[in-house]
DNA sequence: TTGACGGCCATCAATTTGCGAGGCACAATA
DNA sequence: TATTGTGCCTCGCAAATTGATGGCCGTCAA
């Protein structure tokens, strides 16, 4: 997957993905690469800068919690401001694929 | 329209409307202007350069045409292996769309 | 007990891309 | 003549991703 479309699409990934409940890094990485069978693989340096800055506007936050076996974890969960931006996001991502496909041509 | 989201597209729209026959820079930008409804503006600074890299990688060609009144336009045609890049682009534009779509949900 | 491996956090330099601004030149119109 | 529109292009900046790197901690096998 070239790497040059993906560059704006990572807080709608990561507030979309948080939508369903709070997450942590590793297991973001993780799930992605699950649930894309493999073909998008999130870079750690993609990822935490991407989540720390979500965070400092608030529209994620996050929290450390102690896992039985003694260790931490950094969770982060969406906040009222990141659903309202979310729903914003998707409405523009909608647009920006409509764009797109009215050049390309619909899909073969 | 968020700038971040368009970043990959740019070649990926280039070909696809130089698919339609020859086209000069400055048409360029007014014909994704005007389909568009003026949502999306390429700019200059965003559209030679990306041009000359289309070039330099032989996926286009270009010439310059004289005019009636004598001056002079830059033309670009799109080449055999860029009719097969754009091909290649488009799969992997759709494969990305359902990506994200797997995440952000189906359309509103 | 040591070492490899996987889980888990994170930063940094370099690269790439697009943007905004600007420059240059010429034609048509006012 | 002055202004607008056509038409090409480059430069420096900002922002994002990558790849590399680093650290810490458990566990499981040798």
Known sequence: MDRELLKGSTPLLLL???CEGPMYGYQIIET???RTGGTYTLKEGA???AL???EATEFIASYWETQEN???RRYYA???AGQ???TAKKKEWNQ???MVQAFVGPRA
Chains 1, 2 share one sequence.
């Open 16 to 18: 979309s993905l948080l």
């Open 32 to 34: 992605v690469r699950q």
């Open 47 to 49: 990822l935490y800068p």
């Open 52 to 54: 720390h800055k979500l």
């Open 70 to 72: 003694g260790r931490e």
């Open 78 to 80: 969406i906040q009222p």
């Open 84 to 86: 309202a931006f979310l």
């Open 96 to 98: 920006f694929v409509d």
